[in-house]
């Protein structure tokens, strides 16, 4: 059975760091695409990027909104994706949703980032 | 960037009425475009694929179809447990947009 659980998520203040991860199970995250996906309170969902599998040379992409800050990575001997996440911004406040497919097919619970001095 | 423009943003319907949800693609994308449904407080969930396929376990009341870049999901008789805000994404290349959603509820 496909799992995902992400963690990491915290309160911190703008311009910090914070490195998400998503510890998978029930398959190999280098076989598959691993996106991040983030839903900010009360809005609707928004891509934040994603790994391609070891296949395609885990090339990456993201967003505009986050190029350059954020990225994304992986450890296939934890068999964990992350999500590093550098000069956060207020407006970077949401939960942050890892996935395996695409389209998103499998997503794990979600983990909460907020962004607030 | 190819914009995804999503209509309408909510409605209300009646249980069994047809329901009909409306993405454009500023530009063409083929058929690669995804519906999701999330249910209040819930994790969103994967409903259609290649714009008409139908992910394994979805209700058949539920259809997807295109026309163009013009592309469009049905619920053919709505259920009380259909209430969900409802999006499409496009995934032919990134960025991977959202349109900005569909909120249905139960008139």
């Known amino acids: 059975e496909v799992q995902l659980v992400e963690s990491g998520g915290d309160l911190v203040q703008p311009g910090r760091s914070l490195r998400l991860s998503c510890s998978a199970s029930?398959?190999?995250?280098?076989?598959?695409?691993m996106s991040w996906v983030r839903q900010a309170p009360g809005e609707g969902l928004e891509w934040v990027g994603f790994?391609?599998?070891?296949?395609?040379?885990?090339?990456?992409d993201y967003a505009a909104s986050v190029k350059g800050r954020f990225t994304i990575s992986r450890d296939d001997s934890k068999n964990i994706a992350y999500l590093q996440m550098n000069s956060l911004k207020t407006e970077d406040t949401a939960v942050y949703y890892c996935?395996?497919?695409?389209?998103?097919?499998?997503w794990g619970q979600g983990t909460l980032v907020t962004v607030s001095s | 960037d190819i914009q995804m423009t999503q209509s309408p943003s909510s409605l209300s319907a009646s249980v069994g009425d047809r329901v009909t949800i409306t993405c454009r693609a500023s530009?063409?994308?083929?058929?690669?475009l995804a519906w999701y449904q999330q249910k209040p407080g819930k994790v969103p969930k994967l409903l259609i694929y290649?714009?008409?396929t139908l992910q394994s376990g979805v209700p058949s009341r539920f259809s997807g179809s295109t026309s163009g870049t013009d592309f469009t999901l049905t619920i053919s008789s709505l259920q009380p447990e259909d209430v969900a805000t409802y999006y499409c994404?496009?995934?032919?290349?990134?960025?991977?947009?959202f349109g900005g959603g569909t909120k249905v509820d139960i008139k």
């Open positions: 029930g398959f190999i995250v280098g076989d598959f695409a």
């Open positions: 790994i391609r599998s070891k296949f395609y040379d885990d090339t990456r």
């Open positions: 996935i395996r497919d695409i389209p998103l097919r499998f």
């Open positions: 530009q063409g994308i083929g058929s690669s």
């Open positions: 290649t714009a008409s």
């Open positions: 994404q496009k995934y032919n290349s990134a960025p991977l947009t």
